[in-house]
């Protein structure tokens, strides 16, 4: 949810029209979570969940086996993915860009636990090129002060530098 409300930040500062917004499932703590940010060059009208996401980011690879992710996902659709692993299969047949990034690694690194949402959105804009880094980083310091956001800009610039994109 944070790394969707920073997003959202990011674009709205590149004067996108922007919203974002969380849907909870099983209210328990550690439960998965699905966060939708969507932006546009005109203002945006219709407030429900997206249905057919251009861009998937999965915080938690293991995900990818046990939900349907990729539901909805719109041909040549970009997955941001947290995994140490070489992306080497295709995942879904509507993907055309995959984003790999070690988030958990880095997160532990920078931080000391494995808190990955900032080095995801560092990713995002690696994969997509639809927001620029200078703007996640703004955006961050929203969310994050003192030496929490100094650590949060260090895990959104190592997920930016450190993303392997492979392309289909």
């Known amino acids: ?17 922007v919203m974002a917004f969380p ?34 980011i999965v915080i938690d690879h293991l995900l990818i086996r046990s ?6 996902i719109k041909p ?6 947290n995994t140490a692993d070489t992306v080497t299969q295709k995942y879904h047949p509507n993907l ?3 984003g790999a990034v070690d988030a958990t690694r880095i997160g532990l690194e920078e931080i000391g ?18 927001v620029k880094l200078d703007s996640v980083l703004s955006g961050l310091e929203q969310y994050f002060s003192g030496s929490t956001l100094q650590k949060n800009i260090k895990c959104a610039r190592r997920g930016y530098e450190e993303t392997k994109v492979t392309k289909f």
């Open 1 to 17: 949810m944070v790394a969707a409300r920073v997003l959202a930040t990011a674009l709205d500062k590149e004067g996108k029209p």
């Open 23 to 56: 849907k909870f499932g099983a209210e328990r703590r550690g439960a998965p979570v699905m966060a939708f940010t969507a932006f546009d060059t005109q203002p945006i009208r219709e407030k429900t969940e997206l249905y057919h996401p251009d861009c998937l």
């Open 76 to 81: 040549d659709g970009i997955l941001v993915i």
């Open 67 to 72: 939900v349907d992710v990729f539901q909805g």
């Open 113 to 130: 636990r494995p808190i990955t949402n900032t080095t995801m959105l560092g990713a995002f804009a690696r994969t997509t090129g639809w």
């Open 96 to 98: 055309s860009v995959v």
